[in-house]
C-alpha cells in the first residue's frame, strides 16, 4: 500500500529494524480482501463492493488531530497510545452518524523523523484499525525542518466509513422531551484539554517518570465506543449519539438536538475520575470551565427513548449512568 | 459541513471578516447535491448513489502534505497558493491510478491560529477542489503551541476518489518495449525540494519582495493534470501515468513499469524552465542531483502504444513533449 510514503520518509519499511518490522505486520494485520493493489502505488485502493450491496450507501469522512496530548507523548517518549488516539477519535467522530469504518489514513510530520517512533505510532494506529475492522490504507510522513520545534512531532488522520441512509444519526425528528441520556465512560481526558492540563500540571510534569500513574492517566488512549454502540443498538433505537471532545457536554450535546429542545445534565449522576479532580485542584479550575474543556469522565452520549433505557444499558458490557434528560427550552 | 471545525478553532464562519466570508462562500461553492448534512455534523456526509451506478467501484484514497513549501509561504505571507497546492497534489496522485475526485478533507495546523491566513488557505483549497468538480467535505484546524515554530504552519489534505475496476491505471501487462512517454509541463518545482530550494537561494530570498518574479516562480500552485489526462484518455488509451513528485524520474516513472523493462528518458527533450536553472547554478547542483529532487518542468508522464502518441498530443490543448521511451533491462 501507499506505505512506501514510509520508506520515502527514511522509514524503510524492508529494514532490519525491529520497531519497523512490527509495524508493518500491524499494517498488514488490518488488509482485508476489500485492499488492492501492493506498495509503491500512489493510492491506497478500496474495492467498493460493499458499498454496491447497500441500498442508500453514504460515505462519511472525518478529519482530526490529537491536540498538544502530542506533546507530552513526545516528552515522555510513549508515541504508541497517540496512534490509538487518534483512530479511535476518527472512529467516535463517524459513529455518530450512524457509520462503521472502511479505511483510516494517516499523516504524521516533525522536525526530523526518527523511524522507530513513526513506528511505534503507525503500529498504535494499526492495532487500533484492526480492532475496529478498519484498513489502514495509506499514509503520509513528513520532514519539516523549521515547522515543527526540535523534538515535537504531529499526527493527523481522516476515515472515510459508510452507513444505510435510513440509518443516520442524529435522528432529530424524533427526539422529544422526556428522552433519556446514557452516558459511557472515557478512558480520561481523551485528546482535550492538553494545553491546559500540560499548565496546570507544569510542575508535578517536570519531575514525573515516563511509566508513572499520573503520565499513564494522561496518555490513556482514547477509547473507541464502536462496541458498546454497536451493543446498545442491538437492544433498542438510538435516536442521537454525542462524542463528548473539546467544549466538553456544553458543546457537543446541542450539537444533536433540534431546535426548541435542550440536555438537562446532571453532573452529579456519574463519579469524576481522579485525574480530572487532580487537574481541577492543581488548576483551581471552576466547574464551568472543567465542563466547558474536559469529558470529566463520560466521553460519549446516547440519546434514547425513557422505555428502552434499561434495555440498552442492560445490553452494554460494562458501566452507564443516566446523565440527563431532554427538556424544552 | 464539518468546517464547524474552523469554527471551533476560531475561525468563525459566521463572522463579519471579509477573508473568512470569502473562504465560507469559496467552500460552498464546492458542495454538490452529493453533499447530505449541515454545518455542526461530526463527519462529512457524501451520497454514494454514484458508486452503486457503477459496475465495480474502487474507491482510491490518498493523504499528502506540501513539505516545506509552507514555510516560504509563511515567509512572504502568501496562503492561498498553498490551498491549491495541496488538493492539486492530491488530485494528481489518485489520478495517476484512472481515479476521479470525491472529495477531499484538510488538516491546518499552527503555533497560533490567524483566521485569515487560514481563510486564505482554505479559499485557495475550496477554488481548486471546485475547478476539479471535488467537494470540500470536511477540515480540521489545531492551535498547538510547543508544537509548530512561531509563525509557521502546516497542511495536510486527504483526497478520496473512485475509479471503474477495469479502467484502473497502470495497466503494467500491457506496458511492453517501445511503447513511448509523454510529459506535460509542471508548473514550477510544485511541492518538491523546498528545503534544498531554501538553502540554496536563502541570500536572494532575504532580500525579495513578496510579490517579485523569483516569490512568484517558487510559489506557483502544483497544477491539475485533471482536464489534459481527460482529453489525452479520450483520444486513445493510457497505459500508465506516473507523477512527477519528490524522487523526480529516477524514482516515480519505475514505480508503474512491470519488472524486466525501464524507462530510458532523453534529458534534452524539453526546455528545463529557467527557475530550475537559477536553482541549479546557485547551488551548483549535479545533473544527477536535480533528476532525482525536482521535476525539471515534466510534472506528469504518460506511458501510451507508440502509434497512439500524435492522436494523444494532438487532443491536448497545451504543449507536450516526448521525453523518453520503454526499453529492457
Chains 1, 2 share one sequence.
Request: charge should be negative; glycine fraction near 10%; hydrophobic fraction near 45%.
Amino acid at each position: 500500500m501507499t506505505h512506501s510514503a514510509y520508506a520515502a520518509a527514511g522509514v524503510d519499511i524492508d529494514a532490519g529494524n525491529e520497531a519497523v518490522a512490527r509495524m508493518k505486520a500491524a499494517v498488514q494485520a488490518t488488509y482485508t480482501p476489500e485492499v488492492l493493489g501492493g506498495i509503491g502505488d500512489f493510492g491506497g485502493l478500496f474495492d467498493a463492493a460493499r458499498l454496491k450491496a447497500m441500498r442508500e450507501p453514504v460515505l462519511v469522512a472525518s478529519t482530526d488531530g490529537v491536540g498538544t496530548k502530542v506533546k507530552l507523548a513526545a516528552t515522555f517518549g510513549r508515541y504508541e497510545s497517540i496512534g490509538h488516539d487518534i483512530v479511535n477519535h476518527c472512529i467516535n467522530d463517524i459513529l455518530v452518524q450512524g457509520a462503521r469504518p472502511l479505511f483510516f489514513l494517516d499523516y504524521i510530520a516533525a522536525s526530523k523523523l526518527d523511524p522507530a517512533r513513526i513506528a511505534a505510532v503507525v503500529k498504535g494506529m494499526a492495532e487500533a484499525c484492526r480492532a475496529a475492522g478498519c484498513v489502514l490504507l495509506g499514509g503520509e510522513t513528513a520532514e519539516m525542518p523549521g515547522v515543527y520545534v526540535e523534538g515535537a512531532f504531529d499526527v493527523a488522520g481522516t476515515i472515510v466509513g459508510v452507513v444505510e441512509r435510513e440509518a443516520m444519526l442524529p435522528r432529530r425528528d424524533e427526539i422529544a422531551p422526556g428522552d433519556v441520556l446514557i452516558g459511557l465512560a472515557s478512558s480520561g481526558p481523551h485528546t482535550n484539554g492538553y494545553s491546559l492540563i500540560r499548565a496546570v500540571l507544569v510542575d508535578r510534569l517536570a519531575s514525573a517518570q515516563p511509566d508513572s500513574p499520573l503520565v499513564d492517566a494522561l496518555l490513556a488512549p482514547h477509547r473507541s465506543y464502536l462496541t458498546p454502540i454497536e451493543h446498545a443498538r442491538s437492544a433498542a433505537p438510538i435516536k442521537a449519539l454525542a462524542h463528548i471532545t473539546g467544549g466538553g457536554f456544553v458543546e457537543n450535546v446541542p450539537r444533536v438536538l433540534p431546535p426548541g429542545l435542550r440536555a438537562e445534565i446532571d453532573y452529579t449522576a456519574w463519579p469524576m475520575p481522579p485525574i480530572f479532580e487532580l487537574i481541577q485542584t492543581a488548576g483551581g479550575i471552576g466547574d464551568a470551565e472543567m465542563r466547558r474543556v474536559f469529558n470529566c469522565g463520560i466521553g460519549m452520549v446516547m440519546i434514547v427513548h425513557a422505555t428502552h433505557v434499561e434495555a440498552i444499558r442492560a445490553a452494554l458490557d460494562e458501566p452507564s449512568w443516566v446523565v440527563g434528560e431532554v427538556v424544552r427550552g
